[in-house]
């Protein structure tokens, strides 16, 4: 399969934690994008990083991408409430879009 | 600006029944996904359309599944003969064209098959 993999599955932190989510793949990739889901409908972008990029910050969010080893992270600092949500990680290469099977966040206030 | 639709937002069919699921794409965007979601899993694909080019249907679980793009824009999704295990949401997804491909999702069509 090509599909990407994030671990953890699930992850259960108290508010003002950071959470870290790791992703990895399986093909050359021209880019890695995460995105957020809540409540099982439609997701929505984070960030992107590309394939020449190593880090990518944005807001609370940070992105690192190791070519070498086919994988990536996402940390999400001083993690809220708001931040429940399933994290899903997909990768571009040729015309293809792989997604993982996510990683499931519970922040407790 | 509008953002991608998707109808209708739930539907519930008899088993064997045939239907159809339809995606607004943002205008403009020459690149459509569909993808199906079962419950507690990842996104699993299931074709993709670019701009006028023969769509890749390699995701497409049976025959039974098919989807058409009008126009280069409106795509709807057809499952005949409709099985439980079809009962999932089914998300639709597109994006401009270009080497970075970023993704604009739909709320999704939930599909209960009883």
């Known amino acids: 399969s090509q599909q990407g993999e994030e671990d953890p599955q699930a992850l259960s932190i108290q508010e003002g934690e950071n959470a870290t989510m790791n992703c990895s793949y399986k093909?050359?990739?021209?880019?890695l994008q995460w995105y957020r889901q809540n409540s099982g409908r439609g997701l929505v972008h984070l960030i992107l990083?590309?394939?020449?990029?190593r880090e990518k910050h944005s807001g609370r969010l940070r992105v690192t991408l190791d070519t070498s080893k086919k994988s990536s992270s996402l940390l999400i600092t001083a993690s809220r409430a708001a931040d429940t949500a399933s994290y899903f990680c997909?990768?571009?290469?040729?015309?293809?879009?792989?997604f993982g099977a996510g990683t499931r966040l519970f922040v407790k206030a | 600006g509008a953002g991608v639709s998707q109808s209708p937002s739930n539907k519930v069919t008899e088993k064997g029944k045939d239907v159809e699921l339809r995606c607004d794409p943002i205008?403009?965007?020459?690149?459509l996904y569909w993808y199906r979601q079962s419950l507690g899993q990842g996104l699993e694909f299931l074709i993709y359309?670019?701009?006028?080019?023969?769509?890749?249907k390699s995701g497409l679980p049976s025959d039974r599944f098919s989807a058409e793009r009008t126009g280069g824009s409106v795509s709807t999704l057809t499952i005949q003969r409709t099985q439980q295990e079809d009962s999932a949401v089914y998300l639709c997804?597109?994006?401009?064209?270009?080497?970075?491909?970023?993704?604009?999702f739909g709320p999704g069509t939930r599909l209960t098959v009883t």
């Open positions: 997804a597109s994006g401009p064209s270009g080497e970075y491909r970023e993704q604009y």
């Open positions: 093909t050359s990739i021209n880019n």
């Open positions: 990083i590309r394939s020449n990029e």
């Open positions: 997909s990768n571009t290469g040729g015309f293809k879009t792989i």
């Open positions: 205008s403009g965007h020459t690149a």
């Open positions: 359309f670019q701009g006028n080019s023969a769509p890749d």
